[in-house]
């Protein structure tokens, strides 16, 4: 930016701070600074000792976008001009999410395509693309390997943070091999699939015993439908097969401790628990918003902080991979508000994440699986509140005093979803501010459809640390997992 601009820029901004009523937008001057960085950043070409690769589920770049605006708003800015905690990160790509049969994604195509360096089906965990999904023919044999084997073999330990089941399709894709990602526990699998030799996801997991440290939820498939959910006494295990898995990978792991809650975390000791699974709910994690009270687990910052501590406590090198995983769920739901918030907790464990390990020896990755048909659009004027209605500005940079009117005379919000539970079949109703700010409202979508769907366009790749320079450019996702494997100079 030329001096003359920025001080052009700056001027508006003042004028625009002198009147607006609600906010006080921060005025735009970072720009030399960014520059300043840029030309004496050095690279860091050795390769790293750790590696964390943060996935946001269904994080794509609108999400981010509004996300920004509202972690500015719940500190008392404008918004517009905040920075989430991936966004200092000096690297960059664009991440082509297609599936081998989609052109809009699954989350288990995706994950497998990161992990594997292979893309795949959707539906497929870190299999092949041949094999037909939901049959066991073609499985055996068409398991591919991740980059999480290949850091196991050179001696480094495993990390696995979630915020969903540790059976869904992202973390799952880390340690299972399978044709159907719903198959999470053994009474999920058909007829066939079951004698063919075809395992369960929760079986592999427990099988492979590959991590050494693994939170987030899912119990059910590692329980008994006779075995009563701990805290939840009405609940019951999944598995039919007569197996509690829990005391399987106990016994496995002899001095390793599982823990259910805030207290059994609380309890572990970095340096002393090397072997750790910790399920918290019978399936996901709450979202953060609702994550409060006696009840509350831990959040995915506090579980990202220990993942690392437990596995760095020896000064071992590891490898994390830590999903946002409810991200995905709200916007399924047409839930914008639980979609931001979740992608603000997922920021804040980005953040304990950075703060907790060095630039000179630890590469952390940021990105998505897939995005959602979620858009922020009608011009509201700068600092509006990114879940209210549009308010356009005056012209003097003032929001006007009433709501923006579409066609049709009625206001419309700024977030919006191409299709949803939200869509309306008759004439759209005259929303008012406190409807669509409420945490459950559920944003207009254009197409009706029970559940939003994933969006095609790209997604963002983040990246800091060792190595981390390869992260640029336009590539398929798979390139993921060759990053990776170049940071950690994985054979
Ligand atoms: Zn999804």
New binding site residues.
């Given amino acids: 930016m030329t001096k003359t601009t920025q001080t052009l820029t700056l001027s508006a901004a003042l004028l625009l701070s002198a009147c607006a009523t609600a906010v006080t937008p921060t005025p735009f001057e970072a720009g030399g600074d960014v520059l300043a960085e840029r030309i004496a950043y050095e690279p860091v070409k050795t390769p790293a000792k750790n590696v964390i690769l943060f996935i946001g589920?269904?994080m794509g770049v609108s999400t981010v976008t509004a996300a920004r605006i509202y972690a500015g708003q719940q500190l008392g800015k404008a918004g517009e001009e905040h920075q989430l905690s991936w966004e200092t990160f000096p690297h960059t790509a664009l991440s082509k999410t297609y599936n081998t049969n989609q052109q809009v994604a699954d989350?288990a195509g995706t994950a497998s395509a990161m992990y594997t360096g292979v893309k795949t089906k959707a539906g497929a965990l870190s299999i092949g693309p041949d094999a037909p999904r939901g049959s066991c023919d073609q499985v055996t044999g068409a398991g591919l390997p991740t980059f999480f084997d290949a850091a196991s073999a050179q001696g480094l330990r495993l990390g696995l943070v979630s915020s969903a089941r540790l059976t869904h399709a992202t973390p799952a894709a880390a340690y299972a091999h399978s044709s159907e990602r719903n198959w999470e526990y053994d009474g999920e699998l058909n007829d066939a699939a079951r004698a063919g030799g075809c395992h369960d996801i929760a079986a592999q997991f427990v099988d492979g015993n590959m991590f050494d440290v693994a939170l987030g939820g899912g119990r059910r498939a590692f329980l008994r439908d006779t075995d009563v959910e701990p805290d939840y006494p009405d609940e019951m295990g999944r598995r039919t097969d007569g197996v509690n898995l829990i005391d399987a990978w106990q016994a496995k792991n002899p001095t390793g401790k599982v823990v259910f809650d805030q207290a059994g975390f609380d309890t572990l000791v970095p340096g002393q628990d090397d072997r750790v699974l910790g399920l918290f709910e019978p399936s996901h994690l709450k979202f953060d918003s609702m994550n409060t009270g006696p009840d509350a687990d831990p959040s995915l910052a506090d579980l990202t902080a220990k993942a690392i501590e437990l596995l760095s406590a020896k000064g071992d090198g590891f490898v994390l991979m830590v999903e946002g995983g409810r991200i995905?769920h709200a916007h399924?739901g047409g839930n914008a508000f639980n979609a931001l918030s979740d992608t603000v907790a997922f920021a804040k464990a980005v953040a304990v994440a950075d703060a907790m390990t060095s630039d000179s020896d630890t590469t952390i990755l940021v990105t998505a699986d897939h995005s959602h048909v979620f858009t922020i659009a009608g011009y509201p004027t700068r600092g509006n509140p990114i879940l209210g209605l549009v308010y356009w500005n005056d012209g003097a940079g003032a929001p006007s005093g009433k709501p923006a009117l579409a066609s049709d005379d009625a206001p419309y919000t700024t977030l919006g979803y191409g299709n949803g539970p939200g869509a309306v079949t008759g004439p759209r109703p005259m929303l008012t501010d406190e409807e669509v700010q409420d945490p459950s409202y559920l944003q207009q979508a254009t197409v009706p459809s029970s559940g939003e769907t994933?969006g095609g366009e790209d997604v963002a790749i983040y990246a800091k640390g060792p190595r981390s320079y390869v992260v640029s450019g336009v590539v398929e996702q798979s390139y993921v997992h060759d990053a990776i494997s170049y940071a950690l100079d994985l054979d």
């Fill in positions: 589920d269904g989350s995905d399924h994933h």
